[in-house]
C-alpha cells in the first residue's frame, strides 16, 4: 500500500514540474527581451564607487589625441586608451563610456575640447570627489540646464582613476560568495 501511495505521489510530482517547465518556457518565449550580461564594473580607483560597466565602452578618436592603443579590459572587451593633454602640460590617459555615475559640476565649456564639436565639464565621483575624466555633449545641446551628457554625448574616464571589478576581485584569496560557503 505505501508502494503505491509512493508512485502515486512521484507521478504527480513528475507531472507538477513538467507542466511548471512548460509555463516558464512558454513565459520566456512571450517575453522576448535578452538578457544583457554585464561583463565587468568600472569601479573608483579611490574608493570603489561603481563609475561604470565595460558594456558602454567604446571607440571614439579624438584628433587631437598624442597617442592612442588598445588595452583589454575583459575577456571580450577591449577599448581604445588615448593620451591627450591639457593646456597646462599635463597628459592623461583615457578611454571613453556611454554612460558614466558622475556629481554635478561646473557649467560646460568649449575651450580646449579634445573632442572638436563637443563641450566638456569635468566628471568627479560623487562619493569622494575624486576626478575621474570629462563629460562631453554636442556644443548645440550643452546649455545651462542640462546637468549630465544626453545620448549623443560622452564620457572620457581617465584610466589611472578607475579599476575593474574583476581585477579587484582576482586580488583577493577567495571571492565572498566562496568564502561564505
Request: charged share 20%; hydrophobic share 45%; with cysteine.
Amino acid at each position: 500500500m505505501k508502494c503505491n501511495q509512493k508512485h502515486k505521489l512521484m507521478r504527480i510530482t513528475f507531472i507538477f514540474l513538467i507542466v511548471l517547465l512548460f509555463v516558464r518556457g512558454f513565459l520566456a518565449e512571450e517575453n522576448n527581451e535578452e538578457e544583457t550580461v554585464i561583463e565587468d564594473f568600472f569601479i573608483c580607483r579611490t574608493c570603489g564607487n561603481d563609475v561604470s560597466v565595460a558594456n558602454l565602452a567604446f571607440d571614439k578618436h579624438t584628433p587631437l589625441a598624442l597617442s592612442a592603443t588598445n588595452h583589454s579590459f575583459t575577456d571580450t572587451r577591449s577599448v581604445l586608451i588615448q593620451e591627450v593633454q591639457n593646456p597646462l602640460g599635463i597628459r592623461f590617459h583615457i578611454f571613453l563610456v556611454k554612460q558614466a555615475s558622475c556629481a554635478k559640476v561646473q557649467p560646460w565649456t568649449l575651450k580646449s575640447t579634445w573632442f572638436p564639436g563637443y563641450a566638456w565639464k569635468v566628471c568627479v565621483c560623487p562619493k569622494c570627489d575624486t576626478l575621474l575624466g570629462w563629460m562631453f555633449e554636442p556644443v548645440e545641446s550643452a546649455t545651462a540646464e542640462q546637468s549630465f551628457p544626453s545620448v549623443a554625448g560622452f564620457y572620457a574616464i581617465i584610466f589611472q582613476n578607475i579599476i575593474t571589478e574583476g581585477f579587484v576581485n582576482s586580488l583577493l584569496m577567495k571571492e565572498k560568495a566562496l568564502r561564505d560557503n
